[in-house]
């Protein structure tokens, strides 16, 4: 059974970078049938995509984030990994990170990770 | 970017009556060239990551119960529950994926009436 599973530090100080790694076990990164990607919820707050990534290192990322953004894929590791730099308060929230099939074009998000806090704080 | 706007933010159903939840887009989702829409229906429930419902606006996710449904086109979409159980109560979103970047409405609260 597929399983994803999020993990970095919880806690971030402002203008540094976060940096949080998606292990993913039960299946392959590598399949051309799969894309990966990252979600954030801020704490109370609704869903934002940051950005997804496929097997050969192709990435998409939402606007408002990518010059701050890097999603990139360790297939050997089965690992994909979220970068945002010069985080701020409103960089805290829970990031989710995520599967979607192949066909469904962008959406369709079937399989999750729990979620990590991250907190930006001094 | 698309807008997703959700109707109402929150609802109170009693058990075993129909939840109805709305969203509208800011532009249509619908893509001509395999006439579907490109439109997402997730539960939350507390501490728990979203669960895809719905996707391509009609089409159930596997394993999830034949009393989800969805309908709509272009701009607005609706998702149904036709019976509602105590364990449905939670946070519902619909998404758009026709246009990067994909983005969530703001959310539908559920609850037992």
């Known amino acids: 059974q597929l399983q994803l599973q999020e993990s970095g530090p919880g806690l971030v100080k402002p203008s540094e970078t976060l940096s949080l790694t998606c292990t993913v076990s039960g299946g392959s990164i590598s399949s051309s049938r799969y894309y990966w990607g990252w979600i954030r919820q801020p704490p109370g707050k609704g869903l934002e995509w940051i950005g997804t990534?496929?097997?050969?290192?192709?990435?998409s990322y939402t606007p408002s984030l990518k010059s701050r953004v890097t999603i990139s894929v360790d297939t050997s590791k089965n690992q994909f990994s979220l970068k945002l730099s010069s985080v701020t308060a409103a960089d805290t929230a829970v990031y989710y990170c995520?599967?979607?099939?192949?066909?469904?074009?962008?959406?369709?998000?079937?399989?999750w990770g729990q979620g990590a806090l991250v907190t930006v704080s001094s | 970017d698309i807008v997703m706007t959700q109707s109402p933010d929150s609802l109170a159903v009693s058990l075993g009556e129909r939840a109805t939840i709305n969203c509208k887009s800011s532009?249509?989702?619908?893509?001509?060239?395999?006439?579907?829409?490109?439109l997402g229906w997730y539960q939350q429930k507390p501490g728990q990551p979203p669960k895809l419902l719905i996707y391509?606006?009609?089409a159930r996710e596997s394993g999830v119960p034949d009393r989800f449904s969805g309908s709509g086109s272009g701009t607005d979409f609706t998702l149904t529950i036709s019976s509602l159980q105590a364990e449905d109560v939670a946070v519902y979103y619909c998404q758009q994926f026709y246009s990067t970047p994909q983005t969530f409405g703001q959310g539908t609260k559920l609850e037992i009436k």
């Open positions: 391509w606006a009609s």
């Open positions: 995520a599967r979607r099939p192949a066909y469904c074009g962008g959406g369709c998000w079937g399989s």
């Open positions: 532009q249509s989702v619908l893509y001509s060239s395999n006439n579907k829409n490109s």
């Open positions: 990534i496929f097997y050969s290192g192709t990435t």
